[in-house]
T-cell receptor, first 118, second 111 residues
Framework: GAVVSQHPSWVICKSGTSVKIECRSLDFQATTMFWYRQFPKQSLMLMATSNEGSKATYEQGVEKDKFLINHASLTLSTLTVTSAHPEDSSFYIC??????WGGGAEAFFGQGTRLTVV | KQEVTQIPAALSVPEGENLVLNCSFTDSAIYNLQWFRQDPGKGLTSLLLIQSSQREQTSGRLNASLDKSSGRSTLYIAASQPGDSATYLCAGTGANSKLTFGKGITLSVRP
């Protein structure tokens, strides 16, 4: 299957600082990328959907000014957690999909990033 | 709004047993259904993808079926091994291209 690389795999930061997480599709062009958040023993919660060259679409309840998403190219999307606080500590996972919007394309996931804010 | 349910939340079986993991969804208007595996602290690995027009897909010891009319999918694992221990999630893709996930089934295969 296709490979999605997410970096870093874990990060510890101080409260009030910003953290950037990168998501790259290594062997395909991702027309759409998704960012998820996962709490312990819970399922994945979709935060936002991004298409290359356009603004991300955020899910209800997700602060777009806090979670900045940039999908600058067909192979790279970044999530920046701004002014991080301990409650932002979580596991963040990106997903990339090729193919037309709404099509039956398979979704591939990165390895996830464990963010701990102290 | 699509809801995906996976019951039970956890399952423990002895090595070698054949087992079935269940997944149910409320909205039959899905483009596809995917089964994923997640190891602790890791991302998701795609196991099988079933398009809405398909009934089943097979990969090695894994077989996934899809019955849209009843809103059900199953993942069959043959001859389970300790290395199969992980959390298995199913997710349906809706018309908005978004995946809706179940909470997963944590499988433990005892040697």
């Amino acid at each position: 299957g296709a490979v999605v690389s997410q970096h870093p795999s874990w990060v510890i930061c101080k409260s009030g600082t910003s953290v950037k997480i990168e998501c790259r599709s290594l062997d395909f062009q991702a027309t759409t990328m998704f960012w998820y958040r996962q709490f312990p023993k819970q399922s994945l919660m979709l935060m936002a959907t991004s298409n290359e060259g356009s603004k991300a679409t955020y899910e209800q309840g997700v602060e777009k000014d806090k979670f900045l998403i940039n999908h600058a190219s067909l192979t790279l999307s970044t999530l920046t957690v701004t002014s991080a606080h301990p409650e932002d500590s979580s596991f963040y996972i990106c997903s990339a999909r090729w193919g037309p919007w709404g099509g039956g394309a398979e979704a591939f996931f990165g390895q996830g990033t464990r963010l701990t804010v102290v | 709004k699509q809801e995906v349910t996976q019951i039970p939340a956890a399952l423990s079986v002895p090595e070698g047993e054949n087992l079935v993991l269940n997944c149910s969804f409320t909205d039959s208007a899905i483009y596809n259904l995917q089964w994923f595996r997640q190891d602790p602290g890791k991302g998701l690995t795609s196991l099988l993808l079933i398009q809405s027009s398909q009934r089943e897909q097979t990969s090695g010891r894994l077989n996934a079926s899809l019955d849209k009319s009843s809103g059900r999918s199953t993942l069959y694992i043959a001859a389970s091994q300790p290395g199969d221990s992980a959390t298995y999630l199913c997710a349906g893709t809706g018309a908005n291209s978004k995946l809706t996930f179940g909470k997963g089934i944590t499988l433990s295969v005892r040697p």
